[in-house]
C-alpha cells in the first residue's frame, strides 16, 4: 500500500473539476516535513491560484470541498498561504499496519505494469583481478535488481564482461614472452594478473618515454607565454589579470604531468632487472597491439590460449561474487557479440546513418560534435559497436523494456551516443538509462589506492573488512553485562555479516554520482547511518523478543489483541512502516538505493524514539504489550526485508 500514490490519486480527482491537467498539482502532495502539520501536506493551492487568478487560501478550500478522503483521513486544513494539511485517521493506521503484519510482502504491491528489465552491472574486464573500482558497479545493480524484482518486474542481471579487449593483447604477449610455468600451473589467474602487470609497466615506459619530448616542450612553451603575458601586462586590467592566472594553471597543469611521466620513468630505471626488460623490448606497444588484432581475426593460437584463460578467469571473479552474495542470470561478455559487429556496421551503413570519415566509419548525431565511431582505420570494431550489438540482442532477444546501464559516470558521453543511435537505428522502444556513479575515493580525496599507489584488491578489502568487524564483534559481546552469548563460530559468522554489509552500505547510502571518501571507522561505525547501527538494532529487537519469553513467530500468529497507537511515537513508527513501499518506489523511479538507506535509518531512529517512551516486554496491559510487540515485530521484518533488498544479512543476536 503506497498512501502517498492513494493521496495523490485522490487529488487528481478533485483536481480535475478545477484544472485541465491535473496531474502535476495532484503530484505536489508530499510527506510533512514537520509532524505537527500532519503527515502529508498538498502545496498545489498556490501554483493554482497565480494560474487562475484567485487567493491560494481560496483554492485550497475548493479543492478541500471536491476532495474525497474522509474513508482514510481526518477532515484537512488550510494553513499559511494555502498549504493543505492532511492527517491519517489512526484507526485506519491500525488496520493498515494489521494488514501489514499478516502479508508476508508486508503490504507492498507487486507493479501493475511489470517491466522486462535488464540490469547491466558490474561488468570488469577481466584477466585482472577485481578491485575496489569494481564495487560501486556491483553494489548498486545488486541493490537495484533485488528492487525491482521486489516490486515485481521481470529483471535479468548481465554481467557485460569485457573479455575481449587490449588487455588480452597484453596477457598474450606476457604469456609468450615472461611465463613462470610452475606459477602458472599452481595459479592462473595470479600468473596472469602478474603478467599482465609487467607487460603493463614495460608499455607504459616505452609510450611515456616516447611523450617525453612533447612534454617537456609543453612546459616551455606554457612558461613563454606565461612571461610574455606578465611582461606586457597592465596590472590594473581585470581580463589580463584572469588570462594570467589561467596560463599560470596550465603551466603547473603541465609541469605536473611531466613530472609524473618522469616519476614514472625513474621508477622501473631503479628496478634493474625492469630496465633490462625494457630494453630487451623496445616494441613492445606495438606487438601487444598486434596480438590482439590477431586474436580478433581469428588467429588458432591466440584463440587458444584465450579459451585457456576464460574460464579460469571467470571462477576467480565468481569467487568474489559468491562472497558478495551477487547472482548474474547471464554473463554475455563483450566476446559473445563478436560475429554480429559486422552487421551492424552493414546495417547502419545501408539504413544511411554511418559514413565513413577520415577512414573510420562513424556515426553522426545531431548536436554532438564527437562521432560514434564504429569501425576504426584498421578495420577494428569497438566498445561502441559491441554496445550497438548488444542493444539489438537485448531488444530483439530477450524482449527488454527497460536497460539499465550501472556504470561509472566518466562514460555518461559514450552512453548518450549509443542512446541516440540506438535511438536512429530504430531501437526506441526499450527505455534505456545509464545509473551513473562516482568514484570511490581515499582519505587524501584521490581515488583510493593503497600506499605504493596500486588500485586496492576487492577480495583483500573484503577480508580487511571482517578483521575488523570481528574486532567489533568480540568487544560487544565481551562486555554483555550477563557474560558472553556467542561462541566462535557465531561470532564469526557475525564478523562477516558486518563486515560485508559495512562496505556495500557505506556505497549505497550515498547519492551515486557524489565520489565518497572510503573510511573504515565510519562505516564501521556502531552509530550513525551505518549497516552496522541498523543490524544492531535489529538484533536488539529481537533480544526484546527474548526477553518478553515470545517468539516472534508466536507474535505474529496471535489473535487477542490488535494494534492499537497510543504513544505519539507509537504512531510516528506506525506511519514510518507503512511507508515502506512509498520508499521502494522512489527507488525504482530514479534507481537510487539511497533512497531506500534514508527510509530504513529513518526507520531505525522512529524505532528507537518509540522504544525510549514505550514500554514494551514490561508493559502491564497484555493488550497494549502484545500490540507493541507486533509493531516490534513489524519494525524487524521491514528492517530486514530492507536491508535485504540492499543485499545485506542481518542477525537475530549479535
Ligand atoms: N567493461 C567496462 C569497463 O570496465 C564496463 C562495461 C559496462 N557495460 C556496457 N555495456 N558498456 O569500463
Known amino acids: 500500500m503506497n498512501i502517498l500514490t492513494v493521496l495523490r490519486e485522490r487529488f487528481a480527482v478533485a483536481l480535475s473539476e478545477i484544472v485541465d491537467e491535473p496531474a502535476s498539482y495532484a503530484n505536489m502532495v508530499f510527506p510533512s516535513q514537520n509532524t505537527q502539520f500532519g503527515d502529508f501536506q498538498a502545496n498545489c493551492a498556490m501554483p493554482l491560484g497565480k494560474k487562475l487568478g484567485k487567493q491560494p487560501r481560496e483554492i485550497a478550500a475548493l479543492i478541500i470541498e471536491k476532495l474525497s ?60 583481478p577485481m578491485h575496489v573500482g569494481h564495487l560501486r558497479s556491483t553494489v548498486i545493480g545488486d541493490a537495484l535488481a533485488r528492487i525491482l524484482k521486489f516490486l515485481g518486474h521481470d529483471v535479468v542481471t548481465d554481467n557485460h564482461i569485457g573479455d575481449w579487449g587490449t588487455q588480452f593483447g597484453m596477457i598474450l604477449y606476457g604469456y609468450k614472452n615472461f611465463l613462470d610455468e610452475a606459477a602458472y600451473q599452481k595459479n592462473l589467474v595470479g600468473e596472469l594478473s602478474r603478467l599482465y602487470r609487467l607487460v603493463s609497466q614495460l608499455c607504459d615506459y616505452h609510450s611515456t618515454s616516447a611523450q617525453l619530448e612533447k612534454l617537456q616542450q609543453n612546459v616551455e612553451t606554457a612558461g613563454q607565454a606565461l612571461s610574455k603575458a606578465e611582461t606586457a601586462a597592465n596590472p590594473e586590467d581585470k581580463k589580463q589579470k584572469k588570462a594570467i592566472k589561467k596560463l599560470r594553471s596550465t603551466l603547473a597543469g603541465s609541469r605536473e604531468t611531466l613530472a609524473s611521466a618522469q616519476k614514472k620513468i625513474e621508477a622501473i630505471q631503479n628496478q634493474p632487472e625492469l630496465l633490462e626488460l625494457v630494453n630487451e623490448h623496445p616494441q613492445i606497444v606495438k606487438l601487444t597491439r598486434e596480438e590482439t588484432a590477431k586474436l580478433h581475426a581469428g588467429d588458432e593460437e591466440n584463440i587458444k590460449l584465450w579459451n585457456d584463460f576464460l574460464p579460469a578467469c571467470n571462477d576467480a571473479m565468481e569467487v568474489v561474487y559468491k562472497r558478495l552474495g551477487i547472482h548474474f542470470d547471464l554473463i554475455l561478455g563483450e566476446s559473445y557479440y563478436q560475429p554480429m559487429l559486422g552487421d551492424v556496421v552493414d546495417d547502419l551503413k545501408k539504413k544511411g546513418l554511418a559514413s565513413e570519415s577520415q577512414g573510420a566509419i562513424c556515426v553522426f548525431v545531431e548536436g554532438n560534435k564527437a562521432p560514434f565511431i564504429i569501425q576504426k582505420q584498421d578495420g577494428a570494431f569497438t566498445y561502441a559497436t559491441t554496445d550497438l550489438a548488444t542493444i539489438q540482442y537485448r531488444v530483439d532477444e530477450l524482449k527488454a523494456d527497460t536497460i539499465l546501464y550501472v556504470v561509472d559516470k566518466r562514460q555518461s558521453e559514450h552512453f548518450q551516443l549509443l542512446f541516440d543511435v540506438s535511438k536512429l537505428w530504430g531501437y526506441d522502444q526499450a527505455e534505456m538509462q545509464h545509473v551513473s556513479f ?125 494494534i492499537s497507537l497510543q504513544h505519539d511515537a507509537e504512531r510516528a513508527l506506525g506511519l514510518q512502516l507503512l511507508r515502506f513501499e512509498e520508499a521502494l518506489a522512489n527507488v525504482a523511479q530514479e534507481y537510487r538505493p539511497n533512497l531506500l538507506t534514508n527510509y530504513l535509518f529513518e526507520t531505525a531512529n522512529a524505532f528507537s524514539s518509540f522504544y525510549e517512551h514505550c514500554t514494551v516486554a514490561k508493559e502491564e496491559d497484555p493488550k497494549i504489550r502484545m500490540s507493541r510487540l507486533k509493531l516490534c515485530n513489524l519494525t524487524a521484518r521491514t528492517m530486514k526485508q530492507g536491508l535485504s533488498l540492499l543485499g545485506i544479512d542481518t542477525s537475530d543476536r549479535m
Open 69 to 128: 478522503v474522509d474513508d482514510f483521513c481526518e477532515t484537512p486544513d488550510v494553513a499559511g498561504p494555502g498549504f493543505i494539511n492532511l492527517k491519517l485517521k489512526t484507526n485506519y493506521l491500525e488496520q493498515q499496519l494489521q494488514n501489514s503484519l499478516q502479508d508476508e510482502r508486508l503490504g507492498v504491491a507487486e507493479s501493475k505494469t511489470a517491466q522486462k528489465t535488464i540490469i547491466d552491472f558490474s561488468s570488469p574486464n577481466v584477466a585482472k
Open 438 to 562: 562516482g568514484t570511490v575515493m581515499g582519505k587524501d580525496n584521490k581515488p583510493f589506492k593503497t600506499r605504493a599507489g596500486d588500485t586496492i584488491g576487492l577480495e583483500s578489502l573484503l577480508d580487511e573488512s571482517i578483521t575488523r568487524a570481528r574486532k567489533i564483534v568480540d568487544v560487544n559481546d565481551d562486555r554483555k553485562p550477563n557474560g558472553t552469548e556467542l561462541d566462535e563460530q557465531q561470532r564469526q559468522r557475525i564478523a562477516e555479516i558486518i563486515g560485508l554489509g559495512g562496505i556495500k552500505y557505506a556505497d549505497l547510502h550515498h547519492n551515486r554520482e557524489s565520489d565518497y571518501v572510503f573510511d573504515w571507522d565510519k562505516m564501521l561505525s556502531m552509530t550513525g547511518d551505518t549497516a552496522t547501527y541498523m543490524q544492531y538494532a535489529f538484533a536488539r529487537i529481537c533480544g526484546i523478543f527474548r526477553k518478553a519469553g515470545l517468539s516472534r513467530e508466536e507474535v505474529q500468529a496471535d489473535t487477542t489483541a490488535a
